[in-house]
Every structure is written in C-alpha cells, then in structure tokens.
C-alpha cells in the first residue's frame, strides 16, 4: 500500500551525470525503486539548494507523493530545473514557513475512455499494447500509465487555515478516485464542485456525490454547490433529473440522492465567480469547432490555468493566460489527447506544445492522455523539450499532487 512518508527517506547514492548540479527546493524527481516500482519526490525548501548533498543523502528530500518509501536506484529531475529558475519560479510557490499550505491534487489524467483501454486488454493487437499491458502487473498506484477521467481538486488553504476542497469535473471515474486519493491524502469532503463542460468524462460521477456527502435518509443535509455553465445545467437537468429538481410528486417515495447546489457561471473571462473563497475566473475555449468548454483561471499569490478539454484558443482566451497578455502563469495545466496529428475536438501532443510556447507559463503539466502515451518514456522526451525552450513541461500522472500557494 501506498504511504506518505513523513519523515525524509534515504536516498541511495546517485551517479554524479545525473546530478552534476545543484537541485533547486521544489524540484521534483522521480525513479524507480529497488523492485521496479515508480516513485517520486519533491526537494523540499528547508534543503540547501547549493551544493546539495545527493550521493548517499538522506534529509534531503521529502516525499510529496510516492509508491514506497525505499531506497531508489534510479533518480531524474522531473521539473527541470532552468538555469534560472528558483521556487517560486518553477510553479511552487510557499509561505514563509516553507512548505505551500495549499496544493492541487490531480485526481485523474486520462481521457473520456480512460487507460488502460479496455480493447487493448479484451482484443490485444500483436503485439500487445505496452502501456495497456502494465495494468495487468502494476497495481494503479504503482503505474503512471493507469489514467482516470481528468479531474483536479484544489486544496484551499484559507487565511485563517481552514481547508476547503474545490473539485473541477466529476466524471465516469469518481468514486474509483476518492477511494484512491481522498484515502491517500486524508481528503475529508468537497466543498465545491465546478464542471468544465456537461460531457460523460466531466459528469456521470454526480450521483455518486453522496458517497461522499452526510448520511441522511431524509435528505436533510446542506447541499454542495455546483458551479456551471447554463448549457451544461440543460445538458444535465436531463441526465440526472432527480437531482435537479427537488419536488417528489404525489404519492413518489424519498430516496436519497445527492444534494446539490446548482449554480449557473457566465461564459465570460469578464465574470469571475466565487467558490469555497477562491476566485475563479472563466476561460471559454472551443472544444470542437461546434462547442464551447470552459478552463478555470485562479489563485493569487500563484496564477494557475487549468483547461482540460480544448481543441481551439478563442484570442480572448488565450490573451488573457498568456505571457504577453494577462501575465505569465506559475501553472498551465493543458489538454493533450494524442501524441501525432490532430483531433477535432481536443488538442494533440503538436498543439499542446505549441500552445505552451506561445502562452509561456513558468511550468506546464498535461493532462486528458490516451494509451498512446507512455509516462516514462514520453517524459523523457519531454525534458529534452523543456530544456531547449525554456518551460518546464511534464506529463501529469493520477495523484500528482503539487504544493502551490494560491
Ligand atoms: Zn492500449
Ligand atoms: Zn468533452
């Protein structure tokens, strides 16, 4: 079983290529452990950036988010570390304390189908789908490659240190997603829920909201509100009309069902709203040249774009998150389906990579992969990219969880 380490694991002695320099607090590394698991860690603040102690240290790092807490034999910088780069910087932001009180935890990171694809197991070609494959040795928490349903939850920490839990999209993974994660982190409630768009990926898990609600046969419990746009609210009033509308006809039995709060946003970068204390700001984006999705623009002391399914910057849009226009983000967080060609309705590994050169954030995760990409691997590449562009971009995986101040 996965267990976050609270005390600073002992790192094995590393080959010098990998580490000539200085890792820098809040560079994240990944490797393997001595069983082949995959595992991660954040260097944390309170560590000397310089020189730091690799070979051997112990005390160095601190797990953010890992497999077991054993002696790696493999380690990479995972956030590339730019010559230039420090915290705050690279996308973590932290209080004067050290470690950021509030995090974004990526619940799922995988597209409408999910990974593995079930015909890759049922049906193998020959030969077989590698990444597929894994889930059949791997357990979830050990494989990068085992990809629920995109889907963020924000871990708020207020000013006065209350935590509110903000939820972006409940999809056709949810409760497999709560009993993953929610255990894992100590995740006791949503307080808030935003949906990107009304499509099954974004949505199905609604009903399951009341496992994570009160017990109350009766109904009687403070409903969790939902912010949406008025199109998804239509789209769902069909779905799931028994939790929209409220009134049990004559003689119709109660039964219990989720509560919840439907509350509409405008499509509008110009309309900010407010949940659980954090303000969010509207990023309508086409996803398809027929549909209008919406990514999520918060936080102020750190700035974080989220925007999950997108086939088309509207200029607006894309001004607004940019480098050159709104200002420069500490935090992209973007759609990419496959790795060659394009779609028409999500963006593919090409756009994706053009979209974060042009809009230039500090740090960008990607999210809403298929099976056609291979965590390790496709990482790889992706810090040769990074290095030679200047923005470090990763390949986000399930239960990344990223300390940020927001
Ligand atoms: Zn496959
Ligand atoms: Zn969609």
Redesign the pocket.
Known sequence: MPVASSSPPILPAVSASSHSRSLRSGTLITGYTEQGHYTEATCTKEQPTKPLLVRGAHASYKYSQCSLALPLRHLSIKSSEMESGNLAENGHCSDAAGEPRSSLILLGTGC?SVVPNAMCLIQPSDPPCNVCFQSLSLPPERNPNYRCNTSLLIDYCQNNGEHKYILIDVGKTFREQVIRWFTFYKIPQVDSIILT?E?A??VLGLDDMRAVQPFSPTNDISPTPVYLSQYAMESIATKFPYLVKKKLKEGQELRRVAQLDWKIIESNHEKPFVASGLQFVPLPVM?GEDYL?LGFLFGEKCKVAYIS?ISRFPSSTEYVISKNGGGQLDLLILDTLYKKGSHN?HFCFPQTLEAVKRICPKRALLVGMTHEFDHHKDNETLMEWSRREGIPVQLAHDGLRVPIDL
Do not use: N
């Open positions: 409408s768009h499509h990926d974004a996803h999705c399914d309705t």
